[in-house]
């Protein structure tokens, strides 16, 4: 019986899950929204790595000692998904937000390049 208590006290990996998402497109831009339920925003990160948005978060309630899990949905895990940036995407003005349990992302347009005139200059 102690070897059961010994390995009760062990520290479980979190199970990864990636989690419901909607991707919109509209006029200025994209919106991602992705239900992440029991993650707070100090356990949520989102980067950017080359053409790639990461996000990650960790929902850590669980079941008291007393208690056992028989079906996870949403209880303690990792979420992790990425989401793939065109190149009309301005990654400079992304902004996030989080709000009973939906992250929601803007990812806004670039701005189209005014047309100009280049001057030529004699050498």
Do not use: C, W
């Not at 008291?64 to 998904?81: A, C, N």
């Not at 003005?93 to 806004?108: F, Q, T, Y």
């Amino acid at each position: 019986m102690v070897e059961a208590s010994a390995a009760k006290n062990e520290a479980k990996p979190l199970p990864r899950v990636s989690p419901a998402t909607d991707i919109l497109e509209r006029e200025d831009g994209f919106y991602v929204y992705m239900d992440i339920p029991g993650v707070r925003r100090e356990d949520l990160k989102l980067d950017i790595n080359e053409n790639e948005l990461v996000v990650t978060g960790r929902a850590l309630q669980g079941a008291s000692e007393k208690e056992t899990f028989l079906e996870v949905q949403f209880g303690p895990g990792e979420y992790v998904r990425s989401v793939s940036l065109s190149d009309l995407v301005d990654r400079e003005n992304i902004k996030a937000s989080l709000k009973d349990g939906v992250l929601m992302i803007h990812l806004p347009r670039m701005e189209k390049a005014s047309p100009r005139r280049i001057p030529i200059q004699t050498v």
